[in-house]
């Protein structure tokens, strides 16, 4: 029933313009040919709230927009970098926001879409530090205050996660092998589909004796994307330029 495509980890920010521009090229062009586009998180370096007035974030929106309007269906996941997108941005956007994770049904096969962050269940200071700000309370009073202060908190967030990543090691930020099985047996899934860990591969675990297959979504970087697409020329991984 048509293409379906699969971004994540785009983290668009105006400090680095190529990737954006690389973006809207890509919603104008090939994402229209498809019949659905999925985004599992992390489309914005930092979303602040949807009443951002960036010029970069106002094109994005209007961007998908043009998108939805043309045809095409678009889902998007929150990240942990954009987990704020909210109520404003779906309407604006006719994008429809997806629960992570989230099961769906592609060529007949049960598939399972996450951010990928929540299966980094051995990074204990992250998970710690999700719990806080995915508060509803905690979030709610980040929205209260003005975009100026809001910008300049993701930044001293942004600086501390990059802080704490480099004493972090490359297993401890990865994803955890058994809550991947509890996840894909718990929803019955033959496939799990996520980004987050930017290390892009096909994988194979075994769950209960039957092969599953989990798909690792490459970032977008240096005006370079990456979406997978799957169609009835079967899983394909795109390169987009
Ligand atoms: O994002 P990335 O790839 O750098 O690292 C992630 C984890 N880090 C994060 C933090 C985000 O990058 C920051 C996002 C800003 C969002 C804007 C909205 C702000 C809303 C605020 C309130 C509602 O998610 C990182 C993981 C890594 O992935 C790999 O999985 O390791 O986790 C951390 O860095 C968490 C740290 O280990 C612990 C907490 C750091 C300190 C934060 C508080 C400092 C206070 C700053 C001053 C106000
Ligand atoms: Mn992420």
């Not at 910008?151 to 297993?171: F, G, M, P, V």
């Not at 930020?173 to 980004?195: C, F, K, P, S, W």
Request: charged share 30%; glycine share 6%.
């Amino acid at each position: 029933d048509g293409e379906s495509l699969f971004i994540s980890d785009l983290h668009l920010t105006p400090d680095q313009p190529a990737t954006p521009d690389c973006f809207l090229r890509f919603l104008a062009g090939r994402a229209r040919a498809a019949r659905r586009l999925y985004i599992l998180g992390d489309l914005f370096d930092a979303w602040i709230g949807d009443d951002d007035d960036a010029p970069l974030h106002r094109a994005v929106r209007s961007a998908l927009r043009e998108l939805t309007a043309a045809g095409s269906e678009c889902a998007i996941l929150h990240g942990n970098r954009d987990f704020l997108i909210g109520r404003a941005f779906l309407r604006e956007t006719k994008c429809r926001l997806l629960p992570d994770p989230c099961l769906i049904r592609i060529g007949g096969e049960p598939t399972l879409l996450m951010h990928g962050d929540r299966l980094c269940t051995d990074d204990l200071a992250y998970q710690r530090f999700r719990r806080r700000v995915r508060n509803p309370l905690v979030k709610r009073l980040f929205l209260w205050k003005s975009l100026a202060s809001r910008r300049a908190i993701a930044a001293d967030y942004r600086r501390c996660s990059a802080e704490a990543n480099s004493a972090k090691t490359a297993t401890i930020m990865d994803v955890n092998q058994q809550a991947v099985v509890e996840t894909l047996r718990r929803h019955g899934a033959v496939r799990l589909i996520h980004g987050h860990t930017h290390r892009p591969a096909d994988h194979v675990h075994e769950v209960d004796g039957r092969a599953a297959r989990r798909l690792v979504l490459a970032e977008w970087r240096d005006g370079v994307g990456e979406a997978l697409s799957h169609s009835a020329l079967g899983w394909r991984r795109l390169v987009i330029e």
